[in-house]
């Protein structure tokens, strides 16, 4: 199984939800347990989710996420600690309704990053931190945190983070990593941390893949130049978005075989053929590429365990379906996996 195989270079995981942890249907764990050696919550651990209101946590999703792990022998990492998307929303503004001072997103960011880091403490790998922090272009993107406070806090989260559980591996994470700007101002981020002293272990590339992106040589710069700083590289939301995308989401534009394939329908039930073609060898490439590299990678994780559990069924147009990972909709592996295995 790919556990056994990819897990000799690297670990390999999957992220999860509460719902399929708590299926009643057995291949649901079994595909879990069979196939990977490494969870994280799709959901639960996020700021919203997690820390809902000052002084109150909803830990019981994710209290039983990180059990599910412990008791199935796997690593599980936490996802994530300072994001704009998906955030506590109380933090950033006072009773009125007014934007929060400085001093006082701060001090409400050192809690929420202290205590969930603390409950996890010895049970939790590695933290992405800071996850989606820069635009495409390479700025700085413009949420509440960098609005607030301004560029120190990163260095903040990372100091409180690295304080809450000495041991745990400190990630940032983020999307479209083979953009040059963006690789730029991620290299950046990760040398001015190292040259003030503080803990990164990794750099995450979420790798959400499409036909026809990212560009494979820019991808492979990327994790050269990630490594070239001193971190490790981890592939930490892989997936391929079959489907086309909306043309506002620049860069991405259409899939390429709804290019040239114009009988392919993405509302209809399976593949064609020829989409078929181009999503064994999108995966085959990519997984090359981490052979490749292996000694550079420390995780390949998966986002979502089966297609029918895919976010992209519903990103970044509801009611879809999309056929994005190794597992199907029966829980079964998908033919490619056999190949991906013998690459290894
Ligand atoms: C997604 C989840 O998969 C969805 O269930 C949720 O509705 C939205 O967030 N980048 C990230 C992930 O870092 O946390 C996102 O997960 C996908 C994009």
Redesign the pocket.
């Known amino acids: 199984t790919m556990k056994d195989v990819l897990g000799k270079y690297f670990l390999i995981g999957t992220?999860v939800?509460t719902a399929n942890i708590d299926s009643k249907d057995p291949r649901v764990k079994q595909a879990i347990v069979d196939n990977f050696n490494a969870i994280v919550a799709?959901?639960c651990m996020?700021g919203e989710a997690i820390h809902p209101e000052e002084n109150r946590y909803y830990w019981d999703e994710a209290d039983r996420i990180v059990k599910f792990a412990e008791d199935n022998h796997m690593t599980i990492t936490g996802?994530?600690l300072i994001?704009h998307?998906?955030p506590p929303k109380w933090m950033f503004t006072d009773k009125e309704g007014s934007p929060v001072s400085r001093e006082v997103l701060i001090d409400r960011m050192y809690h929420h990053i202290t205590d969930v880091v603390k409950r996890y403490k010895g049970k939790v790998k590695g933290w992405?931190v800071i996850?989606?922090a820069f635009e495409d272009d390479g700025s700085y993107r413009k949420t509440p945190y960098y609005n607030i406070i301004g560029p120190e806090y990163f260095e903040l989260a990372f100091r409180f983070a690295h304080a809450a559980d000495p041991d745990a591996e400190l990630y940032y994470?983020d999307?479209s990593m083979a953009k040059p700007a963006k690789r730029e101002a991620v290299c950046k981020l990760v040398r001015d941390l190292k040259a003030k002293g503080c803990r990164i272990d990794a750099v995450g590339m979420?790798s959400?893949n499409g036909t026809n992106y990212p560009d494979l040589a820019d991808y492979e710069k990327t994790i050269d130049a990630l490594s070239a700083c001193g971190v490790k590289v981890m592939m930490?939301?892989l997936d391929l978005n079959m489907l086309p995308n909306p043309k506002r989401f620049g860069g991405a534009e259409v899939s390429q075989h709804f290019q040239y394939d114009k009988s392919f329908n993405p509302y209809v039930k399976g593949l064609t053929r020829q989409a078929q073609k181009m999503f064994n060898e999108r995966y085959l490439a990519f997984f090359k590429i981490y052979k490749k590299h292996a000694e550079q990678i420390s995780r390949v994780t998966l986002?979502?365990l089966s297609d029918g559990d895919?976010?992209l069924n519903?990103?970044p147009i509801p009611g879809r379906t999309n056929y994005s990972l190794l597992i199907d909709r029966q829980y079964k592996l998908k033919p490619i996996v056999k190949d991906i295995i013998k690459l290894f």
Do not use: I, L, R, V
Request: proline share 0%; hydrophobic share 20%; aromatic share 20%.
């Open positions: 992220a939800s799709e959901n996020k996802h994530c994001w998307s998906q992405d996850n989606e994470n999307y979420q959400h930490t939301e986002w979502g895919s976010w519903g990103w």
